[in-house]
Structures are given as structure tokens and as C-alpha cells.
């Protein structure tokens, strides 16, 4: 077995885990990263890609709000390249709670959150989509923010510091001595090689399955688990983040996304983070709601759904997820007898920065290092490694510097053969066994309206080309990531989504009868319910 | 304004078999569709493999299966049409192809497996001639060299070679293409093989690797319109056996088809409007009235009967909103599971196939769709092919059999009423 040795082990590459890798990076300690699936499969990745102004909290959770409008004035300052500046509006149609928007103004600035009342006839002309029932209108600081990239560079610089990561790593058990947890007991789930880690500190920011890391050692953290569902329009809809003027609900948030628009979201309480996926349901929910504040939502078309489970602290009974605070919880098990074991859970993406740094201050009380966070005021670089999550970037850059020999793989996105291959050559060790997922995970692969049904094949033959896989295993892969962007098509097949459904299945079973041979590489409850790359991204 | 004897709706293999089986008959035909399923084709025809599909259990003989399939799912097209008709059909089809340049060959009674681009095996029916060497050398694993190309994309060489672990002496390699760079598509390659001194080149690139190989596979891209002449010249310059593999689409296979419809149904005086989908569709003074295309370009057909071969989603023969799935020409009721929850399953490759699949035109036996109150919406109003239900094509391997044999059916019951 091998024995990997680490000052500090962080479990969880959602952006609080790479956040933290990054921060800790910064203050002189490399740390090792570990992550059960790839980077953002939870929550992280399965958002809406909001960047918060705070003023949905303003009148449920007014440290959240605060919080929010400080972060996001850090990221657009810091983490420009991840950021879509976009502004946002809060708008209520008839039948909306007419004191809610009464309120509303006064408890933006009790919070400092900017806000600023519109005529209808303005918030029309701004956003032509917006119902002709419209009744009132702000405009706030809400932006779009890409998670999956934001993600990749804060482990980005970290590596470059010296850090280090391992994907598909999930740590199955702990052994405790005298008060500290002396090994973390990992399996590769691709490999199924067990791995040993030995940290003077391990720190669990494993999202919804903080709960469940924590067990290992023996802590028990209450949580409640709060699944979402988001749908992705095939058009950019509105140009900036448009938020429903009501106390938090169901469907009340659209947020651009380069040139698509994300809808969301539910709330279902879950049993627990594994599996979820968004259902026919909760797709025609989400639209039947929405399409009172933008009436176009009934009649354009929708590209994917997908849902991610939102980790919810519990603080005592609570019916409604929603009001169950979104303020993270930093829990020091030295009260569980644990001396170095800390868990980071709950929150926001917007707040990601401010858990890393919270939970990195704490790690280095115990560790005895003095230095300060420095994230707070030093830009996140733009990193290599996520730069293909970019949406418009594939085609800006293959119409740039393609070479002749180039291919493009993926045409409804423009992913060409060289991005690919840089993809596979920078992405090395992170590759899982899955190196198709890996693609798409980081790319514009499959994202498309072809649903993944030419390029996935066409990247599959590469792989092949390439000895990157061998056998039947570039079949297996390929069906997994197949079943994979399944549970996004499958709530949203009328249309032309469905027409694209006829053919990828004339394609896959018609003509190559995919659904006989090996099963999908693994049964992946993988991250059932994270998109990873923030779509279309 | 002429009147036609039959209207055709509908360009794929059962809009093509339509019209080919109405003018052999001596009916006057015209013909309407957009690009259909037949552009996506790999070229096989398949008639019958899998049943129960959720068995997976496949037939080598596809009557056997029929059998079996019109025993269990008596609601299945196939139960209407006996397999004499299909027999005769599947042949009349096959020689209009062979009479059009574009070869077909299979062993009567018997499916046969063939290589499809990703390496798998899948049975099949009757095959272009131009296959056929591959179904040789896969039966007898015999020592092949498969070519590929720089710039090709949509099939790997060496992804079959990996797939088809069972076969050793598949060897693989990667030559340019000569006269070529870049990207290359499989049309403007099948164009430029006319040329025979294209050939030589390409046989001058590959004759060094030939090595012990007895049969040499390419990617199909030998010729547009007289594939066998380019196939045997190949192989006389190699002295090897050759034979192609269908590429992913858009790859050659269904131009050729294409092409060999363009060729032929003129000549048996059928009217054809490419690119144009049937718009609207009256019925006044005991004749149908169809709209073809759209603004200005919109033309105008009357018929006295008419075969509605407009296929599935991707043909829009059907189509869905949020609700409910419509047909798209005359709002015929559409048989379709309750709830969309229960159209796709949570897999899909899911072996029971998807319940929207099933999903389609009911008929009576002499396959015209039924209208509202239960019998047929009109007298000499047919269909035939994927747009009917209670079939999965993709997941049973019956798609052009299917679409043949269930337009010869509807063409001769027509005829019967005109």
C-alpha cells in the first residue's frame, strides 16, 4: 500500500477545498488536496454560477447578505477572469408579495447592499424579456460567476507553490490515537488501490458529504441535504442576473452564462448527497413558476438540466431548507476530542474565499504558523488548466491558431483536436480512468446540441489514436459519459432537444448497437448531480 | 394543376420504397420531404434481430424472429405485412439499388454481422456489396490491414482494432489522403475517387504496409456512384481483397442511397421535391391537398391518395412540446405513453429501449392511420415506416426493413382503392 506524508490533508475539491489549498499555499503550507470524484462534482459545480450582491438574503440572513456583497467585490476585483460583471435585477410581478417589495429597499440598506429602484418602463428596455406584468423593478450588483474555472485556478496556483491534488481519492476510514487522527485510509474508486495518508492536520471540506468524512473519525455534524434542480436555455436570455422579488422560492433566479441563461432552482430535501439527479418534474416546475417574470421561458428551448445538493447545517428543527442558514459552519473537533481534524461545510460560492480563509486561520492556530491570508488582497491568476471552460473560447481560439492538421472534434462548440490533446497532456495525473469524463469535465465537450452523440464518439476515436485507452475500455467510457449527460437531457426532451435524443440513439443503438457490449466503465453516482463545468459554459 | 394518383410525404427509406413500389405499379407519384434519416444512414438494411429487446436476445434468422415478434407484440407493424411481402419487397428494393449503380448482397434467410465504425458487430440484413469483404475477413479473422486517414475524423482504425480483441491480425495504419489536407469529409474524398489516378496514388501509400494481409478495410470513400468499379480496381492494384466501413455520419453511405433515388425514380416518372417538407394537408372534393415547402418557394399537390412516410422526431413526422407528441401533417392522433416521466428511461442504453420509442400511428391492417373516433382518418390515406407505433426500430434492428416492407404494404392496399 502506498503511504503518502502531508503536513495537511484537505478532503473535498469543491471550491472551498481548492480555496483553501490555494490560501494555505499562500501562507507557506503545501497541502495535499483528495477528491473522492473530480474537481467541483458537488455542490460547487451544481449551481446556478451566481455571484450573490446579497440582496436575496436581505431580509432571511443579514450577516449572509453582508457577506455576499463584501466577497463578491473581492472576486470581481481579484478573480476578474472568472467573473461576468453583469449586474443584476430584482423584479416582482402582480401577484407577488407586495410587502416583500415594499421592504425590500429599506433591508438592502440596513445590509449595505446597493440597490436601486427602476422605473418599469427602464427595467423593460434594459430586459425586453421581462413579463408585461411587471410591478417592480431594482437593479443590484449580481454577476456570473464560472465556478468550475475558479475552481481549477485557485488549485492551479496552488499546485504551483508547491501543493498537491488527487482526484478519485476517497478516504474510507480513520485511525485516531490519543486524541489526533493519525491516517486517513483512501481507495482510489477508479483503481481500487488503497492509499494511506499521514497528516499532522486533515481538514474536511467535503461539501454535503462533510457529515459523512467526519464519521470516519468519530464527529457527528448535523446536516440536512437540499437538492436543486437548474435548467440551461440554449439562448442567452437576459443580459443581466434576474432575480425574482419575493421571499426565496422556487424558479426565481435566471443567470447569464456566456451565451446561455440558467434557470433555477428547487429545493427538495434529500436523504442524502449521492444520486440526485433533476427529474421531468422538477423541469416543468421550474418553468411553470419562472415563466410568470419572463414569459419566454414557456416557449425557448432548454439544453440540459442538471442539480446539485446544497450542504445545509443544521441548527435545530426547520421546515423550510431555505431558512436553514446559508452562512458556512467551521467546526473545531477538539471539542469532539479530535485536536487536528477541522471541517468547513454550508455556504456559499460567493463566500468561498472567506470560509477558505476562516478555515485556514484556524489550521494555522494549530499548526503554529503565523502568516496572514494573503487572499484577500493578491489576485487569483488565470491558470492554464481552466481556460477550456470557457464558453466562445474554443471557437476564438481554433479560428486563431488552428493548424492545418487540426480537427475539430466537437462542432457545435468548436473543440478542436489540439484543445484536446492539451487537455489530456495538462491534465496528467488527474485524469481518473475516465479520460473522456475528464474532457468533458473541462471542456465544451458534449455540451452541446448534439448532446455528445458525434463528439463523443469522435474524441472517444481519438483516445484510441492516441493509447490513452485500450479494449473494450474506450467503449465503457464512452457509454458512461453517455449515461452522464443523459440525466441532464433526459428531463428536457421535447423539441429540438428531442429530435437531437432521436438521432443520438439512431447513432448509438441504430447503428452501433452501443447498447450491447461492455457496461459503462463505472456506475457512477459520480457526482449525479453536478455538472462540474459551469454550463455552457 | 396536375392530380397525382399517390403523394408520397416523406424522403428516408420508406418515402424512397414508396414511391419506387407506387411508380413500378404504373401509379402516378409525387414525392415530398426535407433530409431525413436517410442521410444519417450507415447504408445497411436491417429487417429483423432483436427480440425481446429487453433479453437482448439476437436472431440469425430474421423471419424466425419475425415469427416470434408478431407472436408476442401482435400490435407490431410487422404483423400486417407477411414475410412473403416482406421477402418480395426487400428484393424489388435491393435491384432498384443494383439497377442504380449502388450493389447490395446478404445471405438470404440469415442476418449477417458486419463491422460498424466503433469496432462493434451489429447484424444486419442485406449490405452494400462494397462491405461485403469485411464480413470475409471478420468471419475468418483473417490477417486484414485496416486504413485510415489524417484528417478523417469519425472513425479510428485502431479503436476497431482494440475493440475487436478477437481478431489478432487486424493491423492498423494512418496514411494522408493524396491530393488532400486538412479536413477531409468522406463526400469530397468519394468524389475525387473517381479519378483513377487518385486510386494509384492511394494504392502507392498503402502498398508498403500491406505486409501478410490478405484483406485491406479503408473508411467508405470509394466513389459516390459506381463504388464496386472503384472497390475492384483497388484491389487489382493492391492484389488484395478490399472492403469499406461505414464512417459516423455524415459519411457516404447515405448520399449513395441518396443518389440512387435521385437516379432512379425520375426515370420511373415519380415527381420529386427535394429539400421541401409538407407544410399542410386538406382534404376537399374527395382529393388531398398538400402545401410543400414554405413562402415562396411553397408548391401546391393534389392527390388521390397519399402514403405518409415522414418518420420520427429527427424526420419531424413527429413532433413534441412540453405536453404531448403531435404528428405533424394532419394532427393524427399519436398512440404515446400518458406522461412525459415516462417517455425516456434514467439510462440510455437502458435494454428495454424508451417509451417514447414506442410511441406512433395506429393503424388498421391495411396500415392507415386511425383518426380520433377509431377507424381510418381516410380511406386512401397510408402509412408506412418509423412514424408507426408500437415498433422500436433502433433497439429491435428493423429500421429499413420495417420502412420497406410496410411501404410496399401500404402502396399495393392503396392501389387497391384508387
Redesign the interface.
Known amino acids: 500500500m502506498t503511504t503518502l506524508h502531508t503536513r495537511v490533508l484537505i478532503i473535498g475539491a469543491g471550491a472551498t477545498g481548492a480555496g483553501l489549498l490555494r490560501d494555505l499555499a499562500l501562507r507557506g503550507v503545501p497541502a495535499l488536496l483528495i477528491e473522492q470524484r473530480d474537481v467541483n462534482s458537488g455542490a460547487s459545480g451544481g449551481n446556478h454560477g451566481l455571484l450573490h450582491s446579497g440582496a436575496r438574503y436581505v431580509a432571511s440572513d443579514r450577516e449572509a447578505a453582508m457577506e455576499c456583497r463584501e466577497e463578491g467585490d473581492i472576486l470581481r476585483r481579484l478573480a476578474p477572469q472568472c467573473i461576468e460583471d453583469t449586474g443584476g435585477l430584482f423584479v416582482a410581478v402582480r401577484g407577488d408579495d407586495e410587502r416583500y417589495v415594499a421592504d425590500f429597499p429599506g433591508l438592502c440598506a440596513a445590509s449595505s447592499v446597493p440597490c436601486r429602484g427602476l422605473d418599469l418602463g427602464t427595467a423593460r428596455a434594459m430586459e425586453p424579456s421581462l413579463s408585461p406584468d411587471l410591478v417592480a423593478a431594482f437593479a443590484v450588483q449580481d454577476g456570473a460567476v464560472d465556478p468550475f474555472m475558479l475552481s481549477l485556478d485557485n488549485i492551479a496556483q496552488a499546485l504551483s507553490l508547491g501543493s498537491s491534488m488527487r482526484r478519485n481519492l476517497a478516504a474510507q476510514s480513520m485511525e485516531v490515537e490519543n486524541g489526533r487522527i493519525v491516517r486517513v485510509l483512501c481507495r482510489d474508486i477508479t483503481t481500487g488501490e488503497d492509499v494511506r495518508i499521514e497528516a499532522d492536520l486533515v481538514l474536511n471540506a467535503a461539501g454535503a458529504w462533510a457529515a459523512r468524512v467526519a464519521s470516519l473519525a468519530g464527529a457527528r455534524i448535523g446536516m440536512l441535504f437540499s437538492m436543486g434542480s437548474l435548467l440551461i436555455t440554449q439562448d442567452r436570455i437576459a443580459t443581466r442576473v434576474i432575480n425574482r422579488l419575493r421571499k426565496p422560492s422556487d424558479a426565481d433566479i435566471l443567470v447569464p452564462g456566456g451565451t446561455v441563461s440558467i434557470l433555477g432552482t428547487t429545493s427538495i430535501r434529500v436523504a442524502s448527497p449521492d444520486g440526485c439527479?433533476p427529474?421531468?418534474?422538477e423541469a416543468?416546475r421550474i418553468?411553470d413558476d419562472a415563466r410568470a417574470m419572463l414569459p419566454i421561458l414557456e416557449r425557448t428551448r432548454y439544453i440540459r438540466a442538471y442539480a446539485g445538493v446544497r450542504p445545509l447545517v443544521s441548527l435545530g428543527p426547520a421546515g423550510d431548507d431555505r431558512a436553514v442558514s446559508r452562512g458556512f459552519a467551521l467546526v473545531d473537533h477538539a471539542a469532539d476530542g479530535l485536536e487536528n481534524f477541522i471541517t468547513i461545510t454550508g455556504g456559499k460560492l460567493t463566500t468561498y474565499r472567506l470560509m477558505a480563509e476562516k478555515a485556514a486561520d484556524l489550521a494555522c492556530a494549530k499548526l503554529g504558523v503565523a502568516a496572514p491570508c494573503r487572499t484577500r488582497t493578491e489576485p487569483l491568476p488565470a491558470s492554464t488548466l481552466g481556460q477550456w471552460t470557457e464558453p466562445g473560447k474554443g471557437p476564438r481560439t481554433w479560428v486563431d491558431s488552428r493548424t492545418?492538421?487540426d480537427?475539430?472534434?466537437c462542432e457545435c462548440e468548436m473543440v478542436s483536436r489540439g484543445v484536446i490533446d492539451s487537455i489530456i497532456d495538462e491534465s496528467g495525473a488527474m485524469r481518473g480512468r475516465s479520460m473522456l469524463k475528464a474532457i468533458g469535465m473541462r471542456s465544451r465537450v458534449g455540451k452541446g446540441p448534439c448532446q455528445g452523440g458525434?463528439c463523443g464518439?469522435?474524441v472517444?476515436?481519438?483516445l484510441?489514436?492516441r493509447g490513452m485507452?485500450?479494449?473494450?475500455q474506450?467503449?465503457a467510457e464512452l457509454?458512461t459519459f453517455?449515461?452522464r449527460r443523459?440525466r441532464g437531457f433526459?428531463p428536457i426532451?421535447?423539441?429540438v432537444p428531442?429530435?437531437q435524443?432521436?438521432?443520438q440513439?439512431?447513432?448509438?443503438?441504430?447503428?452501433?448497437?452501443?447498447?450491447?457490449?461492455p457496461p459503462?466503465s463505472t456506475r457512477d453516482d459520480e457526482g449525479a448531480c453536478a455538472p462540474v463545468a459551469k454550463e455552457p459554459a | 394543376m396536375n392530380t397525382y394518383d399517390v403523394m408520397v410525404i416523406g424522403s428516408g427509406f420508406a418515402g424512397m420504397a414508396a414511391s419506387l413500389f407506387a411508380a413500378k405499379r404504373g401509379l402516378s407519384v409525387a414525392q415530398a420531404g426535407g433530409t431525413g434519416g436517410i442521410d444519417f444512414s450507415t447504408g445497411f438494411i436491417d429487417l429483423m434481430a432483436v427480440h425481446p429487446v429487453a433479453g437482448q436476445r439476437v436472431w440469425e434468422d430474421p423471419y424466425a424472429a419475425l415469427a416470434a415478434l408478431r407472436r408476442d407484440l401482435p400490435l407490431h407493424p410487422y404483423a400486417h405485412v407477411t414475410d412473403d411481402e416482406i421477402a418480395a419487397a426487400l428484393g424489388e428494393f435491393a435491384a432498384f439499388l443494383g439497377d442504380n449503380g449502388l450493389c447490395y448482397t446478404g445471405r438470404p434467410g440469415r442476418n449477417t454481422l458486419t463491422l460498424t465504425s466503433a469496432g462493434t458487430v451489429k447484424p444486419t440484413y442485406l449490405l452494400p456489396c462494397s462491405a461485403w469483404g469485411g464480413v470475409e475477413a471478420l468471419e475468418a479473422k483473417a490477417p486484414t490491414l485496416l486504413v485510415d486517414f489524417h484528417g478523417l475524423k469519425g472513425i479510428s482504425a485502431r479503436q476497431i482494432a482494440e475493440v475487436r480483441a478477437d481478431w489478432p491480425e487486424l493491423r492498423t495504419a494512418r496514411v494522408r489522403f493524396p491530393g488532400m489536407g486538412g479536413e477531409l469529409y468522406p463526400e469530397h474524398m468519394a468524389w475525387s475517387m473517381a479519378d483513377q489516378a487518385r486510386r494509384i496514388e492511394l494504392a502507392e501509400a498503402v502498398r508498403p504496409l500491406l505486409g501478410d494481409a490478405r484483406f485491406v478495410g479503408f473508411p467508405a470513400i470509394f466513389g459516390m456512384t459506381d463504388t464496386m468499379a472503384v472497390v475492384r480496381h483497388m484491389e487489382e492494384l493492391l492484389g488484395r481483397r478490399v472492403f469499406e466501413i461505414p464512417t459516423l455520419p455524415p459519411s457516404i453511405a447515405g448520399p449513395r442511397l441518396r443518389a440512387a433515388f435521385d437516379r432512379g425514380l425520375p426515370v420511373l416518372g415519380v415527381r420529386t421535391y427535394t429539400q421541401k417538407l409538407v407544410s399542410a394537408a386538406e382534404v376537399s372534393d374527395g382529393l388531398f391537398h398538400f402545401t410543400a415547402g414554405s413562402g415562396s418557394t411553397a408548391v401546391r399537390i393534389a392527390a388521390r391518395g397519399a402514403v405518409l412516410a415522414s418518420g420520427r422526431f429527427f424526420g419531424k413526422g413527429l413532433k413534441a412540446d412540453r405536453h404531448a407528441v403531435r404528428e405533424a401533417v394532419f394532427d393524427l392522433p399519436v398512440s404515446q405513453p400518458g406522461k412525459r416521466e415516462d417517455w425516456h428511461r434514467a439510462e440510455f442504453f437502458d435494454p428495454r429501449g424508451h417509451g417514447i420509442n414506442q410511441a406512433g400511428l395506429e393503424t388498421d391492417a391495411a396500415l392507415r392511420p386511425l383518426g380520433a373516433d377509431g377507424r381510418p382518418f381516410h380511406p386512401r390515406l397510408h402509412a408506412a415506416g418509423a412514424i408507426l407505433a408500437h415498433q422500436d426500430w433502433m433497439r429491435m434492428k428493423c429500421g429499413a426493413g420495417l420502412a420497406i416492407a410496410t411501404a410496399c404494404k401500404a402502396v399495393r392496399d392503396l392501389n387497391q382503392n384508387l
Open positions: 439527479r427529474s421531468v418534474a416543468d418553468i492545418e492538421d480537427l475539430v472534434l458525434f464518439q469522435r472517444t476515436g481519438h484510441y489514436d485507452v485500450s479494449g473494450m474506450g467503449l457509454k453517455t449515461e443523459w433526459s426532451l421535447w423539441g428531442l429530435m435524443a432521436d438521432l440513439e439512431a447513432l448509438y443503438c441504430g447503428s452501433m448497437d452501443l447498447e450491447f457490449g459503462p
